[in-house]
C-alpha cells in the first residue's frame, strides 16, 4: 500500500518521490492500494504536479485495487473537498474504484478487503496514523 500525506503545497520533488514509489510498487507488487489523506492545510496539486500523477496512475492503473482519499476537514470545507473529489473520479472513469472518505477509519475499512482478505483495518489505521505523525521533509 502507498500512504501519501498532503501538507502545504505539492512541489515537484515531492510529486517525482511519491510517482517513483508508486511505480516501483507497480514494478515489485501484483495489486497495491492507494491512500492519500488530504491534510486541512493541504492545496491541490498544481499545473506542474497534476500531470505526473496523472501519467503514474495510468501507468500503474492495472495494479491499483482503489484510491482512498480521506479529507478530515469539518464542516463545508471538509464536504466541498470530498464532494469534488468524488466529481473528478466519476469523471476521469478510472480502471480502479476511487472513494473519498471523513476518517481514516473510513477509509481502512475500505481499503482493507481490497488488498487482501486478511488485512488489517486497525494495521491500516495505524499505517495511516504514523505516515501523519511523521516530521515532512524540508
Known amino acids: 500500500m502507498l500512504i501519501l500525506a498532503w501538507r502545504g503545497v505539492t512541489d515537484e520533488e515531492r510529486a517525482l518521490v511519491a510517482t517513483s514509489t508508486m511505480r516501483e510498487l507497480a514494478r515489485t507488487r501484483e495489486r497495491f492500494a492507494v491512500v492519500v489523506v ?51 473520479s466519476l469523471l476521469a472513469r478510472e480502471a480502479y474504484p476511487t472513494k473519498a472518505f471523513r476518517s481514516i477509519g473510513e477509509a481502512a475499512a475500505w481499503v482493507a478487503p481490497r488488498v487482501s482478505s486478511e488485512t488489517s483495518v486497525a494495521l491500516l489505521e495505524s499505517a495511516v496514523d504514523q505516515v501523519r505523525r511523521a516530521t515532512p521533509s524540508p
Not at 491534510?39 to 496523472?54: I, K, N, V, Y
Not at 500503474?60 to 473537498?81: S, W
Open 38 to 88: 488530504v491534510e486541512p492545510a493541504a492545496h491541490p496539486p498544481g499545473s506542474d504536479t497534476r500531470p505526473l500523477f496523472a501519467a503514474a496512475m495510468r501507468a500503474c492503473g492495472r495494479q491499483v485495487v482503489g484510491v482512498a482519499y480521506v479529507v478530515p476537514t469539518d464542516g463545508f470545507r471538509g464536504a466541498a473537498i470530498r464532494s469534488a473529489i468524488t466529481g473528478l
